[in-house]
């Protein structure tokens, strides 16, 4: 396994980040959908109540990859949880161990804060990352299923 650094990111990152979310757009066929600017961005990580956290994997000095995650909270556990937004390894830096890297801060980190669970979600086509994460030791949640609103469902929701 190379020399893989990981760090928690900065606000100087902004660009780094950003790219990373560009990059992991195109690869979900998605780009169509990204809309996170420079400055929505800065606000939602480094502003007055940051919304989320970033790691970065580096190796000889370069990002090559970024993990973006945020707290949840289990009712049941009656514990916080992480739940990992966005894991993404550039595909030139894939099998050097940073997105495992990744994973494994989060865990520490997971732990460190008394997390009872870390989880996310993986796109059920995107095969390689899913045998990934089971090599991990990860486990499906397939009796839960995810529900989303957004756009003018989420504005009518809101009674608006």
Not at 78 to 95: C, I, K, T
Not at 116 to 131: F, G, K, Q, Y
Not at 144 to 149: A, E, F, N, S
């Amino acid at each position: 396994m190379t020399d893989i650094i990981i760090r928690a990111a900065r606000a100087d990152d902004i660009d780094v980040i950003r790219g990373f979310i560009l990059a992991l757009a195109e690869y979900e066929k998605l780009a169509h959908e990204v809309k996170a600017d420079r400055a929505t961005l800065a606000r939602y990580l480094f502003g007055e109540r940051p919304m989320a956290e970033v790691l970065i994997a580096e190796h000889a000095g370069a990002p090559v990859g970024f993990a973006l995650f945020f707290h949840n909270f289990s009712t049941f556990e009656g514990r916080p949880g992480l739940y990992l937004e966005d894991l993404f390894v550039l595909p030139q830096a894939r099998g050097l161990g940073a997105g495992k890297a990744l994973l494994a801060r989060l865990a520490q980190i997971a732990i460190d804060r008394d997390c009872a669970r870390l989880e996310w979600s993986v796109l059920d086509w995107n095969e390689p990352s899913i045998a990934f994460y089971r090599a991990l030791g990860a486990r499906p949640m397939d009796e839960w299923t995810v529900q989303r609103v957004d756009g003018d469902v989420l504005t009518a929701l809101a009674g608006r």
